[in-house]
């Protein structure tokens, strides 16, 4: 059936409308004759590698290929935080990070922060939103908030449930993500009844869930996302032999930041090839019914004769390590997590075009209002896409107008320092807390696309370099500092709230099981952190 669709919609090849003959506008493009519509789709951990070979040979993904042959997709796109709400807080707004101090999963933008949407919305648009925005605050329980704001304590505790596959009983089961599918259906709906009759241009959101790991409730009461689970249906695009068994470091070779992540993500145990295997098979199979639903929209906007009067976006923000570095989930500046997909089609963008420049989340903002004609604010952490991926542009005025780098932070749970990384051309150079107390990673992504080798003691010059740079865009010891004493600030408000039953809440979050071995160790190691003073050089 999805085959079919994907023939019925590529039928139909896209034909690209004349340039009108406005005037420029600051960003990339002459004026279209009339302004488009706007469909951004945004799913949540798609490794953005799964859209270009060869991980596309891994996994069927029949919309996405036909985004990729009627638009432009962008191979070095990046998340500007490997987690779901200061990630999509850093795409509303167009800002870094740092700059909203959207730290962690329940800590993102200000509800009252004017988005692209509230913009495109002042200039005419009719806008509407359906499921995941999760930019002002995220899913989260008190386990991650605790677990984010006492990640600098002196202990190591399991907070996850050990990554495991499940099997939907029917085989023939399509609709596995039933909320998903709810609000795509709404979405589909919104479309065919409202949008189509609309004078004006739209501009509709439909944010997904998938791929993002299902919860795990077999983990005990307070359980984290860590099944990956499909139907037999998903799992039949999946080219199993095509499958990567991921190289591990040894346990006692790992970077420290990374030891902490794969002990506190429950993944330093023993795991079978076929179990790392089939984690990462249900994995791709979630994605292709993620595909599926970008699918639904596609061929909608076809039915109703809107295809070629609207540019589609497809993102993620972020990816899933699926074993990868012996870690699941997100949380990593590694590829699998942090690499993005990122895929533009519609009037005036070019087709069957890949775009080699790195590029990130925070440039979303600006290219939907440069879309729109509006004019960009000045403020704005990202650059408009347009100039990369439009056929109306002046190729020598807008040659270097995005720069050669883009920056990633994380500041949230699993992690026991604020991390940082800076990814150029060829190298991505990651620095940890305040640059000194941490060893910093260098990877050549050109000769070592795994990131299997550290070689920041290798090549001291290009890593000194590489600092510098990243220091000059954020002062990072300082930021790091902040989220420090904004940790210790929150525990300790959370901490007297609870008053006197605080022993036993500790005691009993995602962390239980090691905790419960010996709590007043555990106890006593917060005490210690609670007593040293907020300044980094003595964290």
């Not at 039933?178 to 189509?196: C, F, I």
């Not at 019914?289 to 929209?297: F, K, P, Q, R, V």
């Amino acid at each position: 059936m999805l085959l079919l669709w994907a023939a019925v919609v590529a039928v139909s090849a896209l034909a690209t409308p004349a340039p009108g003959a406005g005037g420029q506008r600051r960003g990339a493009v002459q004026a279209w004759p009339d302004a488009p519509n706007v469909v951004l789709v945004v799913s949540d951990s798609f490794d953005g590698r799964l859209t270009f070979y060869p991980g596309s040979q891994v996994v069927k993904l029949p919309f996405i290929n036909f985004m990729k042959e009627h638009g432009t997709s962008f191979l070095n796109a990046y998340t500007n935080s490997p987690i779901c709400c200061p990630s999509r807080a850093a795409m509303w707004s167009g800002l870094f990070t740092h700059l909203t101090e959207s730290w962690n999963n329940f800590k993102g933008l200000d509800p009252n922060y004017t988005t692209w949407m509230d913009v495109m919305e002042k200039h005419g648009y009719r806008t509407q939103k359906f499921g995941k925005l999760d930019y002002t605050s995220g899913h989260h329980s008190i386990s991650n908030r605790v677990e984010a704001w006492t990640r600098d304590v002196a202990f190591l505790l399991r907070q996850e449930g050990r990554p495991m596959v499940n099997l939907v009983p029917k085989k023939t089961k399509v609709r596995v993500m039933e909320g998903d599918w709810k609000n795509t259906d709404r979405a589909v709906n919104w479309l065919r009844k409202e949008a189509v009759n609309y004078t004006q241009p739209f501009v509709l959101y439909l944010g997904l869930n998938l791929p993002h790991p299902y919860p795990s409730p077999s983990s005990g009461e307070n359980f984290g996302s860590s099944t990956f689970h499909t139907s037999l249906y998903w799992l039949k695009k999946v080219s199993y032999d095509a499958i990567k068994i991921p190289k591990w470091s040894p346990l006692s070779e790992m970077h420290p930041i990374d030891y902490y992540s794969s002990y506190t993500k429950n993944c330093t145990g023993k795991f079978t090839e076929k179990e790392i295997k089939d984690i990462r098979a249900f994995y791709y199979a979630m994605c292709a019914e993620t595909d599926a639903m970008l699918g639904e929209i596609i061929l909608a906007l076809h039915q109703l004769d809107l295809l070629q009067k609207t540019i589609v976006i497809y993102t993620s923000d972020h990816g899933e390590l699926a074993m990868e570095h012996r870690q699941f989930y997100k949380m990593s500046m590694y590829e699998a997590s942090a690499h993005v997909p990122l895929l533009i089609m519609g009037p005036g963008i070019k087709t069957n075009l890949q775009v080699s420049n790195v590029v990130s989340l925070v440039d979303i903002y600006p290219t939907m209002l440069d879309i729109a004609g509006i004019p960009l604010p000045q403020n704005l952490s990202g650059y408009s896409l347009l100039p990369l991926s439009s056929m109306f542009k002046n190729e020598q005025k807008f040659k270097n107008l995005h720069p050669p780098w883009i920056l990633s932070e994380f500041h949230g749970c699993n992690v026991n320092a604020s991390a940082y990384m800076l990814r150029t051309n060829r190298w991505k150079y990651i620095a940890y807390s305040d640059g000194a107390s941490v060893l910093p990673q260098l990877f050549d992504l050109s000769s070592d696309p795994d990131e299997l080798t550290n070689i920041a003691t290798k090549f001291p010059e290009v890593t000194s370099s590489l600092d510098q740079k990243l220091r000059s865009i954020i002062n990072y010891p300082q930021v790091s500092a902040s989220v420090h004493r904004y940790n210790k600030e929150q525990f300790i408000k959370w901490k007297q709230s609870i008053g006197q039953n605080y022993s036993a809440v500790i005691a009993n979050l995602r962390w239980h099981q090691d905790w419960l071995k010996e709590p007043r160790k555990y106890e006593n190691a917060i005490d210690q952190w609670l007593k040293i003073h907020s300044d980094p050089e003595n964290i």
